[in-house]
């Protein structure tokens, strides 16, 4: 049996791919790959970024730009919390196509 936050997850998180970049303030953007959505934050790899827990990022993916703060970090994944609830047209254009195993970062 699933526990509450596990059942709550499988219900608002999406798998995602997408290229993204994330960009913490003064500093150059830092390509990356968002891995999972929700619309309270996300889960990213994220190669060589120097990025540690609190700070706080913009993440872009196209015209979209969402302001969070770095939640938690292991292993080249951050988890976002992002600063506001996403809104429908934003989830859509975040959404995953292909399966998460045909792309690596």
Known sequence: MASLGQERRAEFGRE??????VRAYRLPPVPARLRDISTGGAMLK??????EIGDEV???CGEIE???????????????????????REM????????LEQHSL
């Open 92 to 99: 859509r254009a975040l959404r995953v196509t292909h399966p």
């Open 46 to 51: 994220v190669n060589g970024a120097a990025f």
């Open 66 to 88: 969402i302001v969070a703060t770095i939640a938690w970090r292991k292993r080249g994944f951050f988890g976002l919390a992002f600063h506001r609830r996403l809104d429908p």
């Open 16 to 21: 995602a791919d997408a290229d993204v970049t």
């Open 58 to 60: 913009v993440l872009t």
